[in-house]
């Protein structure tokens, strides 16, 4: 790949590292904070009202995935993701400011919602714009490989938060942290975003999106437009469905599950996460070139095969690990098997839509499905725990994987489709022909 190429992956994900930063502080910094906007009851119950807020963040997804995926249909991908940044920057701020109980109160807590509200907003939009940008600015041949660089910038702004998770742990006590060290993330996110904007303020529109005629089009990015493909919006929900269980297990919970179910100490706990989650992050392109090579079903199958039947043995021996490197083997293998989805499940959405529906039809349904699968991921496994049988959880995710994988085995390839297709009198076409994701030119 040349410069160019480069340059436009360095765009279009550089935004999302920020933007999943600052999403997953909020859950890798919960357990230092969840005591101070919930001061009753016990350390569990504190932690679920914490997560609670969390999932309701994912609950906005879907209204932010429906107004920015219109954005993005309308007014183009740039528009888009120039604005989840921003909404994005903004709850990062409220945060970072956010009352304690002790000072305002359940006026915290309410803080705390608006932000999550705004983060889902942003978010919901965000997963969709990034996705359609990447998969539409790459060459036809290497649409598996720069759309791996989503869950790349995802991964490092998860392992930056984590890192600064591990650098604070070891250089400040565990009242400073739960006192005030936990809102340095949230500013540090907030500063992060601002940068981004004005990265994005520069950024060029795909060719693809460009050369779509968009002014033809009166229902481009609408609902009406998205019924007309409501096959390709409910394949999007199934699909996602195991996916994202698996990835907010092992990514979100791991290290909460780790120091609480496991016994393992916080500091550990994170470094184990960390490091999984960097060899994670370092195999996502080489899976998407794998997918570009030899289709995107088989990884899926594959993610979905080893989900339904490791999830259960790998999760009852992390919960026995007790030290760092069977842990992180453990973890580690999880995330290998997990690869096979996230490395290549934004082109495979991206791919099943037309240019005039891509971004709505990518974000609404995958919102949908995030909002009622992964937001709630944590809170269904502490809920689990607390009724004193947490290997429900187990089964839950393989459960949830096993479904993907009827959808995985029965779905249509999508490596060889047509990204040039406008609107509903194309939906089934498809093409081995290289097709318009060459280039980008100048957003006006």
Not at 52 to 76: E, N, S, T, Y
Not at 125 to 145: D, K, M, N
Not at 208 to 218: D, K, L, N
Not at 412 to 425: H, Q
Request: net charge positive; proline share 3%.
């Amino acid at each position: 790949m040349g410069r160019e190429q480069w340059k436009k992956i360095w765009v279009g994900s550089a935004g999302n590292m920020v933007e999943w930063f600052d999403w997953f502080v909020y859950a890798t910094f919960a357990v230092y904070f969840a005591d101070s906007f919930f001061p009753e009851g016990n350390e569990t119950a504190n932690l679920m009202n914490t997560m609670g807020i969390f999932a309701v963040g994912f609950f906005m997804r879907p209204v932010g995935g429906w107004l920015l995926g219109r954005i993005g249909d309308r007014r183009g991908r740039k528009a888009a993701l120039t604005l989840t940044v921003t909404l994005m920057s903004a709850s990062a701020i409220l945060i970072a400011a956010a009352p304690t109980y002790g000072v305002a109160g359940y006026g915290g807590v309410a803080v705390l919602l608006v932000a999550r509200l705004l983060q889902g907003l942003s978010v919901g939009g965000e997963y969709a714009a990034s996705a359609t940008y990447l998969t539409e600015a790459s060459a036809p041949h290497r649409r598996g490989f720069a759309s791996s660089f989503q869950y790349v910038s995802m991964t490092a702004g998860q392992l930056i938060g984590l890192g600064l998770q591990i650098v604070l742990q070891r250089n400040m006590s565990e009242a400073a942290l739960h006192s005030w060290g936990w809102r340095i993330p949230f500013i540090v996110g907030a500063l992060g975003a601002a940068i981004v904007f004005y990265l994005r303020r520069s950024m060029l529109e795909t060719e693809v999106y460009a050369e779509s005629g968009a002014a033809e089009q009166e229902d481009r990015g609408t609902l009406k437009a998205l019924w007309q493909h409501r096959r390709e919006a409910f394949l999007v929900m199934a699909l996602t469905m195991g996916g994202t269980v698996a990835y907010y297990t092992y990514t979100t919970y791991l290290s909460k599950f780790l120091s609480k179910s496991a016994g393992m100490d916080k500091p550990t706990a994170s470094l184990v996460s960390f490091c999984a989650l960097f060899v994670f992050m370092c195999i996502q392109p080489l899976a998407g070139l794998l997918s570009d090579r030899i289709g995107r079903r088989p990884l899926l199958i594959t993610f979905a095969v080893g989900s339904t039947f490791l999830t259960v043995p790998i999760m009852t021996m992390l919960k026995h690990a007790g030290t760092f490197w069977p842990a992180f083997g453990l973890a580690l293998l999880a995330l290998v098997v997990v690869t096979g989805y996230t490395s290549i499940n934004a082109c495979v959405k991206a791919e099943l839509f037309p240019t005039g529906i891509r971004a709505l039809g990518v974000a609404l349904p995958y919102a949908i499905a995030n909002a009622i699968f992964g937001g709630t991921a944590e809170y269904v496994a502490l809920w689990f725990k607390k009724a004193g049988i947490e290997s429900g959880f187990y089964w839950y995710v393989a459960g949830c994987a096993a479904v993907s994988l009827v959808v995985y085995l029965t779905m249509r390839e999508t490596r060889d489709i047509d990204l040039g297709r406008v609107g509903a009198k194309d939906a089934d076409r498809g093409s081995t022909e290289p097709s318009g994701a060459t280039s980008v030119t100048p957003a006006s």
